[in-house]
């Protein structure tokens, strides 16, 4: 066990029950020329996550630790997509239309994948989403439950949507939650900043929230201490 400096107070971390989370790390909601950008999105305020994140995530393979990645995105055939969805935002070019990756957010095309710097290493489930949420009409609870994950170290964008619906049904089924705030990024600051607060506020109502150096430190003692699996 190893604490991690967090808001609203310390977390107790169970290396053998947590699992590093990324989410939603795509090149259409990160690169330059991708589906974020087109919309009109600074991609740079998600971009900023990227390198605390690589540093997580290298520290948690070194100890072990289960890493899973989630993608937001569609089936081809866009059988999944809510009708309500495809229609939102009255976009010229939206889900399942060309765009500068390939089909907008559609499974194997080259916007919807992880970007290089994150990329998923063999081995490391990923975890095929159609919604904001990672648990809705997806089998992350039963990865989660079959591995005897409990506690969720998150990372990802964007941070009042995806991590947000992730975080906030995590919590309801059970698990704890860490957001770390440096690796979480959105297109909105001011919506970052207040989401931040709304996970910790309450004495925690939804998680935890702690930045990368302290989730580092503390993944690091407990790897230094032989308490990992
Ligand atoms: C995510 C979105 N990943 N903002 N999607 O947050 O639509």
């Known amino acids: 066990m190893a604490l991690i400096d967090a808001q609203p107070y310390p977390f107790d971390l169970d290396p053998v029950r947590a699992a590093l989370m990324i989410i939603d790390m795509q090149r259409d909601f990160l690169e330059p020329g991708g589906f974020g950008a087109a919309l009109g999105n600074d991609v740079s305020l998600l971009r900023r996550t990227i390198?605390?994140?690589?540093q997580l995530l290298e520290e948690a393979r070194a100890a072990g630790l289960t890493v899973i990645h989630t993608r937001e995105g569609h089936r081809p055939d866009l059988a999944d997509l809510p009708p309500t969805k495809k229609a939102r935002g009255?976009?010229?070019a939206g889900i399942g239309d060309p765009g500068p990756m390939g089909r907008i957010l559609v499974r194997g095309e080259d916007g919807h994948d992880i970007i290089p710097e994150l990329y998923p290493a063999p081995g490391e489930p990923i975890v095929d989403k159609p919604g904001k949420g990672a648990f809705h009409a997806t089998d992350l609870d039963a990865i989660l439950k079959n591995r005897g994950i409990a506690q969720l170290i998150v990372c990802g964008v964007t941070t009042e949507v995806c991590?947000?619906?992730t975080v906030r049904e995590a919590n309801d089924r059970g698990y704890e939650c860490v957001v770390v705030s440096d690796c979480v990024g959105s297109y909105f600051p001011e919506f970052h900043e207040i989401g931040l607060r709304m996970i910790a506020a309450q004495g925690g109502i939804f998680g935890w929230v702690a930045p990368c150096d302290a989730v580092v430190a503390a993944i690091?003692?407990?790897g230094r201490s032989g308490?990992?699996?």
């Open 51 to 54: 390198a605390p994140s690589r």
């Open 90 to 92: 009255r976009l010229p």
């Open 163 to 165: 991590v947000h619906t």
């Open 220 to 222: 690091s003692e407990t």
């Open 227 to 229: 308490g990992w699996r």
